[in-house]
Every structure is written in C-alpha cells, then in structure tokens.
C-alpha cells in the first residue's frame, strides 16, 4: 500500500527539497501535498518545481475543525514538520497520534519551545558555549517540542563557531537523517 504523506513548511524548504528527491521514484511513499503558512516562503517555489500540490493556510484556517476534517480525507499515514513555525492544534494531533513528525536544529528538551526556531536556536547555543547541538525528529504532541524521539544526530561546536557555521553543519544533518528516518517511521 502507498504511503500518503503531507509536509508542512514555514521558510525555505531545503528539508522538503531533500525528502522530496529522497522519495522521488519511490513507488511506496507519494507527498500528497505541501502545506505553507508564509506567503513568502521559498518553500512555495519549491514545491511548484517539485510538482506537488499546495496548499496555502491562514492561521484561522489552520485552528478550524474544518482543515483537522480536510487532513483527514487526504487519508495520510504521515504528517511531517519540516521547519514548520506554528503550533499544531490539538484536534490535529489527536486525529494523528504518533503520526506527526517534526524535525528540531537542537538536542531536546535542551532549546526547545516557544522561540527556539531556527537560527534563534544556534545562536543562544553559541552564546551558551555548549560543546555540542545536533538535530532531534521526534513525534509532535499538545506540548511543543516535548514529544517522544524518534532520533537524534550529534555534532560537536569548534573554537570559533558562528551560529551561521553551526546552521551550516546542522543543515547537514538534516539533510542526511530526516527523510532515512521518515522511511523508518513509515515502516512501523
Ligand atoms: C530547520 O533547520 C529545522 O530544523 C528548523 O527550521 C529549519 C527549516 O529549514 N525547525 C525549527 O526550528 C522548528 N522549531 P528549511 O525550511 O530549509 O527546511
């Protein structure tokens, strides 16, 4: 049976790129849409490149028991997060238990919750002088960032490390883990 995914995007999309292409040619596992809350996402461009349906939310759309409803009658087996930005209503989350994923540029717990996203969460890992970050995809539930993990990926900060340099490195882990371990979830 095909896997029926849908991936939400906030920013620029280079996880959904990469999941994209991991997939691509992939007759088990078809991305049955992008949802995007930005209007100024890259990710948007993305996705029209990639072929894959689009689906643009406003954040009252979002909140609505009318889009939890839309989700369900896509029938997917898998939602990810893919450097998605809003917090995931709790009617959504009970319709998908264990089957949102989301994919977070720091070790949890440590750096997460409310403003730790994105390049927020490298520099105060900087500025905190930790010896180590490193990506965390764990499941979603009602509590941000605080779900059961599914895998983490280490890399170690270096005399010098800019939050720009420590993105630069995160990214690479993601790219290497996330789709590997969204195939993995898929499996279960
Ligand atoms: C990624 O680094 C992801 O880990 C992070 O946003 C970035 C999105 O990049 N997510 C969070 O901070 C979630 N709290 P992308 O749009 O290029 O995939």
């Known amino acids: 049976m095909m896997k029926r995914l849908s991936i939400f995007v906030s920013g620029n999309g280079t996880n959904l790129q990469r999941i994209a292409e991991y997939f691509k040619g992939n007759n088990d596992v078809e991305i049955v849409n992008v949802v995007c809350n930005n209007p100024k996402a890259y990710s948007i461009e993305r996705a029209k490149n990639l072929g894959i349906p689009l689906r643009m939310i406003t954040k009252a759309e979002f909140n609505s028991p009318e889009f939890t409803e839309e989700m369900r009658s896509l029938n997917l087996d898998l939602i990810v997060l893919a450097g998605f930005l809003w917090k995931i209503p709790a009617s959504l989350i009970q319709a998908y238990p264990r089957q949102i994923v989301n994919i977070h540029p720091a070790l949890l717990p440590k750096y997460g919750g409310k403003g730790f996203y994105g390049e927020h969460v490298h520099e105060a890992v900087v500025a905190a002088k930790e010896q180590f970050s490193g990506i965390t995809i764990h ?50």
Not at 149 to 170: C, F, M, N, R, V
């Open 139 to 188: 499941y979603v539930n009602e509590i941000y960032d605080s779900g059961e993990i599914i895998l983490q990926a280490y890399t170690a900060l270096e005399p010098g490390e800019t939050p720009d340099s420590l993105a630069a490195k995160i990214h690479k882990l993601e790219q290497a883990y996330f789709p590997v371990a969204i195939e993995q979830v898929l499996k279960h």
